[in-house]
């Protein structure tokens, strides 16, 4: 590599990072941001919150299950054409949703159109395309800095939407949000095939992707996947109760409602900082390791809030830590993945991994409210989520953190 080279990777590196946080920041902010919507669609419409919330569901599941595909086509064709028709997709899906006035047409528009191309513009793709286009060492840091955007995507993009609304009215403000997303089109180039760390001169052998089938079945051969996928649907099913029942959780503990809204902006701004943390943690210390030690702070914090008195002051504490541990399990997922398998096929791989996360993250977000229906509290829910922690820092303690064999190409 000559030193004019050497010089200028660097520079390339930030410029992927980039792209890939900035996509992640905008798919997921928008399709965060969309629940805000909730109230004036059910006022232009008269469907009833239960009808809309089925569109907005069905995208959480619908969301985790495009990753695989999104990510076996990625692996094969490149992630910048992915990217292209997820962006398009959140695009247009987020534009047309104040023009649907039936069940079926919100379904449509958010739970499949938004939420699929969020999905294709997700996590398992970014990272995967992140993670060829990075070298080994610098991964860990690289994916924290993705998992970050998407973090900050949400926190922005919140208040970015109310201001929206007060100028151009809640339809001008969900169109307004739907071109936004158009601005990451750009990253799509940036990401899409071999970057610095495959061209920089290396001469280490490269991971050829497998079949899909093949690579499936070696993952489900394998042990620490399967045990790396049910920690991620403990994640899923944490983050996804968090996210939808905190306000509800701090009105059934009394509390005025903006300390709701508090405590979800906090959890955002503590992610970012979570995030970067594990991305720094990866490269120095065992990834299962990390992993185990997030699910058991996860149950050592929510036990403390049990039993500590729920005032303001307590609910924003709790809240900023439940937001360092809310996704800082993404870089070491990752990592383990990649260590797993290389990335040949990672992008479809670690889909899998988010369809795990996103069923727990359904039962999250519906057991939460069901158990709320039939005691008057959450309290059994909060001990459903600390056994789930517990179990699931015992069960990243087997997990062998080797590679599977498999071809490479010189």
């Known amino acids: 590599m000559s030193a004019e080279t050497s010089k200028r990777v660097p520079y390339v590196w930030w410029i992927v990072l ?8 905008l798919s997921m902010g928008t399709r965060q941001t969309m629940g805000f919507f909730l109230s004036p669609l059910n006022t232009a419409t008269g469907l009833g919150v239960g009808s809309i919330s ?3 569901a069905f995208g959480q599941l619908w969301w985790g299950l495009t990753q695989p595909f999104a990510g076996a086509i990625a692996d094969r064709i490149g992630a910048g054409r992915v990217l292209l028709a997820g962006l398009m997709l959140v695009a247009l899906g987020t534009y047309i949703t104040p023009l649907m006035t039936t069940t079926w047409g919100l379904i449509i528009a958010i739970g499949v159109l938004s939420a699929g191309g969020a999905g294709m513009a997700g ?11 990075m070298p080994a060492e610098r991964r860990g840091m690289a994916t924290g800095i993705v998992n970050a955007g998407g973090s900050f995507g ?10 929206l609304t007060l100028g151009l009215g809640w339809v001008g403000a969900l169109q307004a949000l739907g071109l936004i997303v158009l601005l990451a089109l750009p990253a799509a180039w940036v990401l899409r095939g071999p970057g610095p760390a495959a061209t920089a001169g290396s001469k280490a052998p490269v991971a050829v992707a497998l079949p899909a089938g093949e690579a499936i079945r070696k993952a489900f051969a394998n042990p620490s996947f399967l045990l790396l996928s049910a920690g991620f649907f403990v994640c899923g ?3 996804a109760f968090l996210a939808t029942h905190l306000p509800g959780v701090v009105a059934a503990c009394g509390l005025p409602a903006p300390v709701g809204a508090w405590a979800l902006g906090i959890i955002g701004l503590f992610n970012i900082v979570g995030s970067l943390a594990m991305g720094w943690a990866v490269g120095r210390w065992r990834m299962k390791s990390l ?10 914090a929510v036990l403390v809030f049990l039993l500590a008195p729920k005032t303001e002051a ?8 439940m937001g360092l541990t809310f996704l800082s399990t993404v870089p070491p997922t990752v990592g ?13 791989l670690f889909g899998i991994v988010m369809v795990a996360h996103q069923v727990g993250g359904f039962l999250g977000a519906y057991l939460g409210g069901q158990v709320f229906e039939a005691t008057g509290s959450y309290d059994w829910i909060w001990y459903i989520d600390i056994v789930l922690a517990v179990g699931a820092a015992l069960i990243h303690l087997p997990i062998r953190e080797a590679a599977v064999p498999r071809p490479q190409a010189a």
């Open 18 to 25: 980039l792209a890939a946080a900035g996509t992640y920041a």
């Open 54 to 56: 089925l569109a907005f």
């Open 123 to 133: 996590p398992s793709v970014l990272m995967a395309a992140t993670a060829r286009l």
């Open 154 to 163: 949400q926190f922005v993009m919140a208040p970015l939407a109310a201001a």
């Open 237 to 239: 099913f944490h983050v």
């Open 291 to 300: 992993l185990s030690l997030v699910y058991a702070s996860r149950a050592v």
């Open 314 to 321: 307590v609910m924003l504490v709790f809240a900023a830590v």
């Open 336 to 348: 383990l993945v990649a260590k797993f398998f290389g990335t040949g096929n990672m992008a479809m």
